[in-house]
């Protein structure tokens, strides 16, 4: 059976331009994650869908970001105003349920300039 | 919130050496997740510890989870070239939002 996937794997735009990334999760997971990840460091959580709902967004680090899920199945994470600071391997990840191990795409990079 | 030390930042090690690292906390920790990612890859799972005092085994690899809860190891025996990359512990937590620590990148030389 297919993975995650993740579309685009390279995306590079220009300061203040509006982008977005899509998730296309394994079917039949339930949970999806995004994170964020700098070079050196581990994932970064984003935000966790349950389902079509935000379960919890706590780690959107303001409101320039945004990400739905309205089908339950695919999510798009939403970038507005982009900045240099967010340049990032852009990580999805779903689960069979929030509990579970989690499996992860390949990434989107973001590369704003 | 929760803060998951990972040590060290880096380990290189000659072919057929062993290899440890170590993810340590202040408080409790919930359910312990271990990933690898190989360089410019993905976080593949390794395993996940639930028990406090757990061991479990995959071929060369031993995973243990303190008995206070408090930290767990990654222990890979007789490394080989295939075993380079980053090893990430994860504590899942009661919320189901993990927190991922730094991570050990390995190098394995020849």
């Known amino acids: 059976g297919a993975g995650v996937s993740q579309t685009p794997s390279n995306k590079v735009t220009e300061k203040g331009k509006y982008v977005e990334l899509r998730c296309d999760p394994i079917?039949?997971?339930?949970?999806l994650y995004w994170y964020r990840q700098s070079l050196g460091q581990g994932p970064e959580f984003l935000i966790y869908?349950?389902?079509?709902?935000?379960?919890?967004d706590s780690g959107l680090p303001n409101d320039r970001f945004f990400a739905v899920r309205p089908e339950g199945s695919v999510s798009t994470l939403k970038i507005q105003r982009t900045e240099r600071g967010d340049s990032a391997v852009y990580l999805c990840?779903?689960?069979?349920?929030?509990?579970?191990?989690?499996?992860f795409g390949p990434g989107t990079r973001l590369t704003v300039t | 919130g929760q803060q998951v030390m990972q040590i060290p930042q880096y380990q290189h090690v000659q072919e057929g050496e062993d290899f440890t690292t170590y993810c340590n906390s202040s408080?409790?920790?919930?359910?312990i997740q271990w990933y690898k990612q190989r360089p410019g890859g993905h976080p593949v799972f390794l395993i996940q510890?639930?028990?406090?005092?757990e061991v479990k085994k995959q071929k060369r690899l031993t995973f243990q989870f303190g008995e206070a809860k408090k930290n767990s190891s990654l222990h890979i025996t007789a490394t080989q070239t295939t075993d380079v990359g980053t090893y990430f512990c994860?504590?899942?937590?009661?919320?189901?939002?993990?927190?991922f620590g730094r991570g050990t990148s390995l190098i394995v030389h020849p």
């Open positions: 510890l639930v028990k406090s005092g």
């Open positions: 079917s039949g997971h339930t949970a």
């Open positions: 990840a779903s689960s069979l349920n929030g509990g579970r191990e989690q499996y």
């Open positions: 408080t409790t920790l919930s359910n």
């Open positions: 869908f349950q389902g079509t709902g935000a379960a919890d």
């Open positions: 994860a504590d899942k937590g009661g919320s189901y939002i993990p927190t």
